[in-house]
């Protein structure tokens, strides 16, 4: 566990912690925390491919992206980022709009 502290950001830890908290596994958390940063930095550069659970427990395959250069005339700059809510925004290029996903239930990133 030490190794993957030394090269994680303060966000992937603070994720690990609500994770390991909601899902009272710290073995998941980690896991899980890994898969959040590996979608966001997908989601940065393009698009991403990925799965999570819906609250209604409904397996939702996803392509999202945070891309500036894909999704800037979407972006109204108001509101609190969906961080602060321990969940993750993305823009659903098969929707055209905005959506997210609790850290806790993404399944697969593609």
């Known amino acids: 566990m030490n ?12 994720r690990m912690a609500v994770i390991g908290k909601r899902t009272n596994s710290a073995l998941m958390a980690g896991a899980k925390a890994m898969m959040v940063e590996n979608v966001k930095n997908q989601m940065r ?4 491919h990925f ?3 819906k609250k209604s427990g409904e397996l939702r395959e996803a392509f999202g992206t945070t891309s500036k250069a894909l999704v800037e005339r979407y972006i109204n700059g ?3 980022s969906r961080e602060y809510y321990a969940t993750t925004a993305y823009f659903d290029v098969e929707k055209a709009a905005w959506r997210s996903f609790r850290w806790e239930n993404i399944v697969a990133v593609l």
């Open 45 to 48: 550069t393009g698009v991403a």
């Open 78 to 80: 108001n509101g609190v």
């Open 51 to 53: 799965v999570y659970a």
């Open 3 to 14: 190794t993957m502290l030394a090269t994680t950001d303060s966000m992937t830890l603070t």
